[in-house]
């Protein structure tokens, strides 16, 4: 059974395929981010060669200022993934001064993706609460909340209207987000890299670094960190069965599915 890395950027490397070929040779399943629909286009034919790759359609929020431009591409390619992320809302500190088109934008993919079977990887940095509403009122199926960060209690709330969570070996250093990982249910977690963009040890994370989030669930569960492997990709299946991508065959030892 691979790895499961359900939330990196490979375009964002140095040598996007040196990391996916690398990544294919460890066994590692990668769900690879793009910001924009336009990155999404100009990579697709790369990665469609690498089984074990699948690429996301982007609209992220800090790059919010592209959005206008991008948002009819976004429509069209939508047929061509059965991934969609990053997207979602920033009303951090950097995210503030884009937010009223951010709102535009997420309302946007929202509408879009309301009759879409897609697996959605959301970025939240202090909006939590106003993307779960926006989820809760496009009645969007079962999404995933990249790296949380928000408030703990929201956390149930999120988990009540049947959200998944994406964790990263970086979580686990900071006080906070060992206390995010701590209140995930085992029923609604994933792994994630999220790299290059977190940092290991003054590194960029790598797709094969989620062995230690697996370590640390390990420790965290006090099971195997197999047993750790088994429930993700458990997960991850329901999750794919949930959103109705029941089309074609899907084995998580080859990730033998059509985008």
């Known amino acids: 059974m691979p790895l499961l890395d359900c939330h990196c950027h490979l375009d964002r490397y140095d040598d996007p395929k040196s990391i996916a070929t690398t990544a294919a040779g460890r066994g590692v399943f990668v769900v690879a981010m793009t910001n924009l629909p336009s990155h999404f286009r100009?990579?697709?034919?790369?990665?469609?060669?690498?089984?074990?790759?699948?690429?996301?359609?982007?609209?992220h929020p800090l790059a919010a200022m592209h959005h206008a431009n991008e948002r009819q591409l976004f429509r069209?390619?939508?047929?061509?993934?059965?991934?969609?992320?990053?997207v979602g809302l920033d009303f951090s500190r950097e995210g503030a001064p884009t937010r009223e088109i951010q709102l535009a934008s997420f309302r946007f993919v929202a509408e879009c993706l309301s009759s879409a079977n897609k697996v959605l990887s959301l970025h939240s940095r202090g909006a939590e609460r106003t993307v779960l509403e926006t989820?809760?009122?496009?009645?969007l199926r079962p999404s995933i909340f990249h790296w949380y960060s928000g408030p703990l209690k929201l956390i149930d709330e999120v988990v009540e209207a049947g959200h998944l969570f994406s964790v990263n070996p970086a979580m686990a250093v900071s006080q906070h987000g060992r206390k995010v990982i701590e209140r995930i249910p085992q029923d609604r977690m994933l792994t994630e890299s999220d790299g290059p963009y977190a940092k290991i040890m003054g590194?960029?994370?790598?797709?094969?670094?989620?062995?230690s989030i697996e370590e640390y669930l390990s420790a965290v569960w006090k099971v195997s960190s197999t047993d750790v492997r088994?429930?993700?990709?458990?997960?991850?299946?329901?999750?794919?069965?949930?959103v109705g991508l029941t089309d074609g065959p899907y084995d998580s030892s080859e990730g033998t599915r059509p985008y």
Not at 230 to 242: K, S
């Open 42 to 59: 100009a990579g697709l034919p790369h990665v469609r060669r690498f089984t074990r790759v699948r690429l996301a359609l982007g609209l």
């Open 230 to 242: 088994r429930r993700v990709w458990q997960n991850f299946r329901q999750l794919l069965a949930d």
């Open 203 to 211: 590194r960029p994370s790598m797709p094969w670094d989620v062995t």
């Open 135 to 139: 989820l809760v009122e496009f009645r």
């Open 76 to 86: 069209d390619s939508l047929e061509q993934t059965s991934f969609v992320g990053e």
